[in-house]
T-cell receptor
């Protein structure tokens, strides 16, 4: 597609349920990032995938959060046993490659708005 | 960990005014990026800076990479109504791939 797409665009769930958020990066982009944005706040890094390398999971806030990237393309962020504080916008971004010059430019999707009741 | 302080947190603009915002870091970055986010959308890259002292323009936008590598500013000249939105700075340290984002500057139109 022309840009990064995310689904669903909105998700309302009950506390304790598991949710899966999907990201389709721009075709050919080898790097994929997940961020969390709480209301009125900046972006908080969650996890980074680069090609076939082991992902950088250093931003995941707890072991209830996990992500995978199948076939080097689509990624799924899973939140288990959701809590109310998980409510936020989850943004995905992709880039052509590793940092250095223009290849690091991250293109963001529109985000998934998660509300945990 | 690394933190970025972005100021002001919000500002009101009147059409035609110049506006300025900045970010300061507690540590050195080797890349500074400025993004704009409109409601309901993801951030869009405005300007990327890769060298200390670099001054780069994109239309009415100008950004500079501070000499100390711990700060950056963004100027918008002759603001127009569509400049409203949230502007984020982001920096990348010498090691690693993660971007650290500032808290954002919300630009609003004066009533």
């Amino acid at each position: 597609g022309a840009g990064v797409s995310q689904s669903p665009s909105n998700k309302v769930t009950e506390k304790g349920k598991d949710v899966e958020l999907r990201c389709d990066p721009i075709s050919g982009h080898t790097a994929l990032y997940w961020y969390r944005q709480s209301l009125g706040q900046g972006l908080e890094f969650l996890i980074y995938f680069q090609g076939n390398s082991a992902p950088d999971k250093s931003g995941l806030p707890s072991d209830r959060f996990s992500a995978e990237r199948t076939g080097g393309s689509v990624s799924t962020l899973t939140i288990q046993r959701t809590q109310q504080e998980d409510s936020a916008v989850y943004l995905c971004a992709s880039s052509l490659g590793t940092p250095g010059g223009g290849q690091e430019t991250q293109y963001f999707g529109p985000g998934t708005r998660l509300l945990v009741l | 960990g690394q933190q970025l302080n972005q100021s002001p947190q919000s500002m009101f603009i009147q059409e035609g005014e110049d506006v300025s915002m900045n970010c300061t870091s507690s540590s050195i970055f080797n890349t500074w990026l400025w993004y704009k986010q409109d409601p309901g959308e993801g951030p869009v890259l405005l300007i990327a800076l890769y060298k200390a002292g670099e001054l780069t323009s994109n239309g009415r936008l100008t950004a500079q990479f501070g000499i100390t590598r711990k700060d950056s500013f963004l100027n918008i000249s002759a603001s127009i109504p569509s400049d409203v939105g949230i502007y984020f700075c982001a920096g990348r340290a010498a090691a690693g791939n993660k971007l650290t984002f500032g808290g954002g500057t919300r630009v609003l139109v004066k009533p």
